[in-house]
């Protein structure tokens, strides 16, 4: 483990600090999605079903339709556009929640839950550059699933602990190889 590092100057950690930005990839082709799901089912479907050995030279329907989900997967990935969002600092944050008080049917939420949102989106959002009046347009465009990613994302970095994060996974691997 590294040796802490205390501040010792102010102004010094204040100039190095970066707030952190988090990418969500969203898919503009949603319309696929469901292609997707129904091709996955009837891959389900052909994987259940006996082999015939008489086709044994032939390529399997589960072989065909898992080439069919691979060239949509492909064609998905085309249409996949990434929304950089940076945290807010916190006196930003703050003064935004203020600017959109909670109403009554908002309880437990300390903000307006319909205008809030969109301006957070519009404040955090780094690529688009957005105005709370895109922003709105974004969120009454997309779907409830990737407004969940993009809320979701806004919520963590500006909520977050800003601690070093550790890998349990890298620290496995990394462990297994030291000792070769």
Known sequence: MA???YVEDVDEFLDGLKLPETEVPICGRGDLQARFED????LDVARSQPADDSLASKETEAQRIAKEIQALQVEMQQHVRVFLLRALPRKAWSDLVKEHPARKQDAPADFNRDSFPVAALAACAVKPSLTEEKAGRVVDRITQG???LLWNAILELNGGSGEVPFSAAASVILSSTSGS
């Not at 091709?39 to 009837?42: D, S």
């Open 3 to 5: 040796e802490q590092q």
């Open 39 to 42: 091709l996955e089912r009837q």
């Open 146 to 148: 990737q407004w969940s």
